[in-house]
């Protein structure tokens, strides 16, 4: 999956995966829309607590990556470039 986002967001998508797999839950997709974070799981645990603590995972690593530059890691916000968003730094903007 960490193919598919930049490596500012991977260490937030590394952890946010291990804690999904560790309650049962299986990601199946993992990308950049519209500049932010998407995290999309499965599970074939009915337990509504467990529904609610990946949900849980998957809003705060979605959020905190919507101030992290998906390119480098720092901290970043979303903008318009070239006709797409994306959460970026004012550095790697300028690069």
Known sequence: WLEYIGKGWRPFVMNAIIEIEDLGGRITQVKEKFGGLRIYYT??????????????????????????CEECGRPGQLRSIGGWYKTRCEECVLS
């Open 43 to 68: 599970t074939s645990m009915i337990v509504p607590e467990t529904y609610d603590k990946i949900n849980l995972i998957v809003d705060n690593a979605e959020k905190e990556c919507n101030k992290i």
